[in-house]
């Protein structure tokens, strides 16, 4: 393999028993969106896509034109659904790469009515529901007139019907979900009488399709546990009172680096930027080339350890952009260029480590989605 310096490993197994071990959750006949947003939760767009259909996935989500478009010309002929916005001037593309646009505003369904009939192309689309999330979606006491206003153009197909949960991994009291889950059979049996079929009905992010069968609806959209990690910690929890266990996910993402310098630090020097940290013996430190241009917070400045020969190596001082500092003083036999874990497992001389996405993002204050998609997509990816 190519030396880097910094880059990050995708382990192919571990998505791939991910995607089964999802299917095996899912009701007979459910379709399996694996969401590739965010450059595939930092996995890497295209590589992870083709890994996830391989393994079993249906469909795949995004959130812009762009990555769709990306995906397209690596020859991937999946069905893909566009979950964000797509600006007015991008809308005749969207029919190009024969996609599925979410919609909510009459106006956008208006281009794509004026892009059908000049064409003489049709587009599949999905009606985003507001039942409580209150972000994108049309309210549920108009979805009807909205669906047959999409109807009224030719070459406009209303395809899905789609909302999202607001709560579902945030408590173990899942009340508010399924309130949003009753808005949602009543919207469509509302369509239906109405006379308009929905053919893929769709609600179900990661924790929803762990836990609850009643959700899986005609498609379920996968996100996080795709990728080896649980929703929260909440999640995990509800899944143990609910189900107990049998159902297994494994982390995918390894972050590495090289270590640039070693160096020694007298007793009472000051470490970085700010002086924040002040040595109270003599320090052996390493330099890392890794910073928060990189997607290593800045809030990790003395907060948090790496992992070198197996061992846990403490941040001094700041983290800045392209660089941070270890200290190193009780791990023998450091080198320059020896390997660094960031996020991760390591295993050296039969001493092994982790530092798991929750524990990296516990001590950066936010969560595990954040700092696995918060990884720079210039770092190479290197699927294992």
């Not at 999905?126 to 999330?133: A, D, P, Q, R, Y």
């Not at 993402?253 to 940290?277: E, H, M, N, R």
């Amino acid at each position: 393999m190519k030396d880097f310096l910094i880059w990050v490993e995708v382990s192919k197994e571990s998505l791939a028993h991910n995607i089964k071990q999802l299917k095996s959750k899912l009701n007979p006949g459910v379709l399996l969106c694996t969401c590739v947003k965010a450059n595939a939760y930092g996995h890497g767009l295209v590589e992870t896509s083709k890994i996830f259909l391989d393994a079993g996935a249906d469909w795949l989500s995004v959130n812009a034109l762009d990555e769709a478009e990306a995906l397209r010309a690596s020859g991937i002929t999946a069905p893909i659904y566009v979950m964000g916005y797509t600006l007015f001037g991008d809308l005749e593309k969207a029919f190009d790469l024969d996609v599925r646009l979410v919609v909510y505003n009459k106006q956008t369904v208006s281009k794509l009515g004026e892009i059908a009939k000049k064409l003489g192309k049709s587009i599949k689309l999905h009606i985003k529901l507001e039942t409580g999330n209150n972000r994108q979606g049309v309210h549920a006491e108009a979805v009807v007139e909205f669906a047959k206003f999409v109807k009224s153009f030719e070459g406009l197909e209303v395809e899905g019907l789609a909302t999202h949960f607001a709560n579902i991994e945030d408590t173990t009291d899942h009340s508010f979900a399924f309130g949003q889950v009753e808005k949602f059979k009543k919207a469509v049996s509302d369509l239906e009488e109405a006379g308009v079929k929905i053919s893929v009905k769709h609600c179900a992010n990661s924790a929803a399709a762990i836990l609850y069968p009643e959700t899986h609806f005609d498609m379920v959209r996968a996100g996080i546990s795709t990728y080896g990690m649980w929703p929260s910690t909440e999640t995990r929890v509800s899944y143990k009172n609910l189900q107990g266990n049998g159902f297994d996910l494994k982390p995918a993402l390894t972050w590495k680096t090289k270590i640039a310098q070693v160096k020694i630090v007298p007793k009472g020097d000051f470490i970085g930027y700010g002086c924040t940290c002040r040595t109270t013996r003599d320090v052996k430190m390493a330099i890392l080339p890794v910073g928060y241009y990189d997607g290593y917070d800045r809030s990790l400045s003395n907060n948090t350890y790496v992992l070198i020969r197996g061992q846990r190596a403490k941040i001094l001082g700041r983290v800045c952009m392209n660089i941070c500092m270890v200290d190193v003083t009780d791990i023998p036999e450091v080198e320059i260029e020896d390997e660094v874990v960031l996020m991760g497992t390591q295993s050296f001389d039969g001493v092994a480590d982790v530092i798991s996405a929750e524990t990296f993002a516990a001590q950066a204050g936010t969560i595990n989605y954040e700092v696995t998609t918060r990884i720079n997509e210039r770092i190479p990816r290197i699927y294992i």
